[in-house]
């Protein structure tokens, strides 16, 4: 993969939606009261390839076709996250993985077992798609979602069960699942970037400098160690563009290291961290980096540039999309 290409890249947050109803910023832990139910009480076949998994309507051709799709792609983007995570693709069974239901319309049965978009299905936490028939999806948000989002959220929750983090150091967290989703969906699906996640973010851009909320000194810098202060400063309306301006930073932090010192600087600083028992911040992360590496990288995130993380965002389609 080109330099330039990682260089350009900050990745989005995904809202929440009936499609797999991915959270942005923290990963899910699924409720403790949620009902693991079978494929059969769902009227659904079960296929599996690899760790990946997904469920089609029992008897629809058209449906399992579609399924045997996108499970491909599925074990695709598995395979990634075990290689750049260092860890064999049979232990990625031991933390949370994701599998996908395929339901024909909604009223489809499963949506009524989901709860806040997803349910366990033979013991596999599950997203719905629902009335797709044919790929490249329809809705260019559920193919981001395909490409990007589900690989996003299998890392960020391997790294919570791995390393206990502390609210400071939440940044690595988003910042290496940023980074891996933003391989994926480089990998399978620009334009689901491009046609979705892309525009999305350039209107919160558009709306918050129209509404002057980023005329002021102090709105132009963020500290990603210190996530609470500036959602606390945060009204309601400006909340989703903080939360993006989060995950970006966060997720350009860890490309440009990538970029200095290779991509095994992930697993390495992983592993390492995951050696302490207590709880990790921002401090025993940026210690452990320096260690490997002899970068001090605290400087970079305590001060952000709103306006440097916006020109990144913007410079990406001429970077990363072919010019028609």
């Known amino acids: 993969m080109h330099k330039e290409f990682i260089q350009g890249f900050i990745c989005g947050v995904v809202a929440t939606t009936l499609f797999f109803g991915i959270s942005s910023l923290i990963h899910r832990e699924p409720p403790e009261n949620k009902k693991n139910i079978t494929h059969r009480q769902m009227v659904k076949t079960p296929l599996k390839k690899g760790i990946a998994e997904v469920f089609y309507p029992q008897g629809n051709e058209t449906q399992r076709r579609l399924a045997n799709k996108i499970l491909d792609i599925l074990v695709k983007e598995y395979e990634l996250v075990a290689k750049v995570l260092e860890i064999p693709e049979d232990r990625i069974l031991s933390y949370q993985t994701y599998g996908l239901v395929f339901c024909e319309d909604i009223d489809d049965i499963f949506l009524k077992y989901t709860h806040n978009g997803l349910t366990l299905v033979n013991g596999v936490q599950c997203y719905p798609v629902v009335g797709e028939t044919g790929f ?13 989002s589900l690989p996003q959220e299998l890392v960020k929750g391997i790294l919570l069960e791995k390393v206990k983090i502390k609210d400071s150091g939440r940044w690595f967290v988003e910042g290496v699942g940023g980074y891996i989703g933003f391989l994926c969906w480089q990998r399978f699906d620009k334009y ?4 979705y996640e892309y525009p999305r973010v350039l209107k919160l851009f558009s709306e918050a400098e129209q509404q002057g909320n980023l005329s002021t000194e102090a709105s132009l810098v963020i500290d990603l160690t210190d996530y ?7 009204s309601r309306e400006n909340s989703c563009l903080v939360d993006d301006l989060f995950c970006y930073a966060a997720t350009f932090i860890i490309i440009d290291l990538v970029n200095r010192h290779g991509r095994g600087i992930i697993a390495k600083s992983i592993s390492k961290l995951a050696e302490s028992k207590g709880k990790i911040g921002a401090e025993e992360i940026v210690m452990v980096i320096k260690e490997i590496t002899g970068q001090d990288i605290l400087p970079g995130l305590k001060v952000v540039s709103v306006k440097k993380v916006e020109e990144r965002f913007r410079s990406l389609k001429t970077k990363l999309l072919p010019q028609r």
């Not at 609470?228 to 945060?234: C, N, P, Y």
């Open 136 to 148: 490249p999806f329809r809705d260019p948000k559920t193919r981001f979602r395909l490409a990007h």
């Open 192 to 195: 689901a970037f491009f046609n």
């Open 228 to 234: 609470k202060t500036l959602t606390r400063q945060t």
